[in-house]
Structures are given as C-alpha cells and as structure tokens.
C-alpha cells in the first residue's frame, strides 16, 4: 500500500508563490508517474502538472505554465509543485497523484491509483 500526504497549502495574496509538498510512505518503489490536480468548488479534478520518476518526461496545464514547477526527490519520497505568481484562479484544493503504471504523464484521473487527502490553497486578490 501507499500513502500520499499533501503539505504546503495556505491563504496567500495574489503574486506570491507557495511550495506545495507530497509525501509518501508504503511501496513508494512502486511509483513510477506522480501528478499534482486541483479542484474548485463546482469541479471536477483537473489536471495541473506530472512528472514521470525519473524526472524524464514533465507536462503542465497551460494554465499552470511558466508559473508552476513539478520536481520530485526520489531519495526523500517526496514529489513538489512549486507555485509562483499566483492568481485568484488558483484557489482550489490541491491533491497530488502516484501510479506504478505507464510510461507518460497522463492527465486523466483514471490513470492514478493512488490520491492524497489534499491541501486547501486560496489565493485573495
């Protein structure tokens, strides 16, 4: 089994940044994909950013672009999604994502098997 444990969420004001944390705990030598989603109040789940692990193969949002960052510590089974310049429209909850499947970055929520409780972001203008 896996546990996925998101930190770093907060009340910020628009144009600062925030550094969100997943750490995991379990079989974390059979994560292979870690991805970071949001969900706003309405919504469903939608796709922010992945990383494959070894770091190879990263996608973004394109909302998340040029702003956003996803990085991972292998050694520290601990996957990051560094946010900058924030917006109003960032405010969401923030869950991040592992699978042992798969050789891209998918944007799909189907593809993960494992899921974090999540962390409240809130972003105020």
């Known amino acids: 089994q896996v546990q996925l444990v998101e930190s770093g969420g907060g009340l910020v004001q628009a144009g600062d940044s925030l550094r969100l944390s997943c750490a995991a705990s379990?079989?974390?030598?059979?994560?292979?994909?870690v991805a970071w989603f949001r969900q706003a109040p309405g919504e469903g789940r939608e796709f922010v950013a992945g990383m494959n692990w070894r770091g190879s193969t990263t996608d973004y949002a394109d909302s998340a672009k040029g702003r956003f960052t996803v990085s991972r510590e292998n050694a520290r089974n601990t996957a990051y999604l560094q946010m900058n310049s924030l917006i109003s429209e960032d405010t969401a909850v923030y869950y991040c994502?592992?699978?042992?499947?798969?050789?891209?970055?998918?944007?799909?929520?189907?593809?993960?098997?494992?899921w974090g409780q999540g962390t409240q972001v809130t972003v105020s203008s």
């Open positions: 994502a592992a699978s042992p499947y798969g050789t891209e970055v998918s944007r799909d929520t189907t593809t993960y098997t494992y």
């Open positions: 379990g079989q974390t030598f059979s994560l292979y994909t």
